[in-house]
């Protein structure tokens, strides 16, 4: 489809463990933002990208926490030696261009289970 | 970005209008009113945005009060699939800037 995908949909990994998970914006879109979702909770911005860059990335929690994008499209987040409390949905969005007047696409999660 | 204060929930009657009330008094000239929802287990969606005019779309209508610190978002038909929560974000107008979803309105509709 033409929609944001996310890859796993779902992933149960054990405490320490580090994981990847990925984020296929759609085609041409230059911004991209990375979020969570805890289990009954709002959602918490991570990073966004503009292109390759990532100009605000004061949302990541951790040390543990990065991401990249190349190619100005796919972007991985990884998280290094998991912890219980980072078990939530990891949501993608992209925009077609940066700005207040567009809106955000987002992609279906992954939800991340550490155990 | 502003902050903005919606009820934590609300209900309506299938076939009803629904309107979902936010208070944004301290937004700036520049900043758009966004709405967004998100039904259970999937990503959240963009419903509709405006600057000072009410706008319509297929989804929904929104409407601004005059001193833009206050918006209503209708939802003309209700239907039991527009259960969801509803966020109102308020966004500057800046390159990067970013969404800042608050606790948002849990609407249920009934049947």
């Known amino acids: 489809g033409a929609g944001v995908s996310q890859s796993p949909s779902n992933k149960v990994t054990e405490k320490g463990k580090d994981v990847e998970l990925r984020c296929d914006p759609i085609?041409?879109?230059?911004?991209l933002y990375w979020y969570r979702q805890s289990l009954g909770q709002g959602l918490e911005f991570l990073i966004y990208?503009?292109?390759?860059?990532?100009?605000?990335k004061s949302g990541l929690p951790s040390d543990r926490f990065s991401a990249e994008r190349t190619g100005g499209s796919v972007s991985t987040l990884t998280i290094q030696r998991t912890q219980q409390e980072d078990s939530a949905v990891y949501l993608c969005?992209?925009?077609?261009?940066?700005?207040?007047?567009?809106?955000?696409?987002f992609g279906q999660g992954t939800r991340l289970t550490v155990v | 970005d502003a902050k903005t204060t919606q009820p934590p929930s609300m209900d309506c009657a299938e076939g009803r209008a629904a309107n979902l009330p936010c208070n944004h008094s301290?937004?700036?000239?520049?900043?758009?009113v966004y709405w967004y929802r998100q039904i259970h287990s999937q990503g959240p969606q963009y419903i509709i945005h405006?600057?000072?005019n009410n706008e319509t779309n297929e989804m929904a209508s929104l409407i601004i009060t005059e001193d833009r610190k206050s918006s209503t978002l209708i939802l003309p038909h209700a239907t039991l699939r527009d259960t969801a929560v509803y966020y109102c974000?308020?966004?500057?107008?800046?390159?990067?800037?970013?969404?800042?979803f608050g606790e948002g309105t849990q609407l249920t509709v009934n049947p």
């Open positions: 974000i308020v966004r500057v107008l800046t390159s990067g800037s970013r969404l800042t």
């Open positions: 085609s041409g879109h230059t911004a």
């Open positions: 301290t937004i700036s000239g520049n900043e758009y």
């Open positions: 969005a992209s925009s077609p261009r940066t700005g207040g007047y567009t809106e955000a696409f």
């Open positions: 990208f503009q292109g390759n860059s990532a100009p605000d």
């Open positions: 405006g600057l000072k």
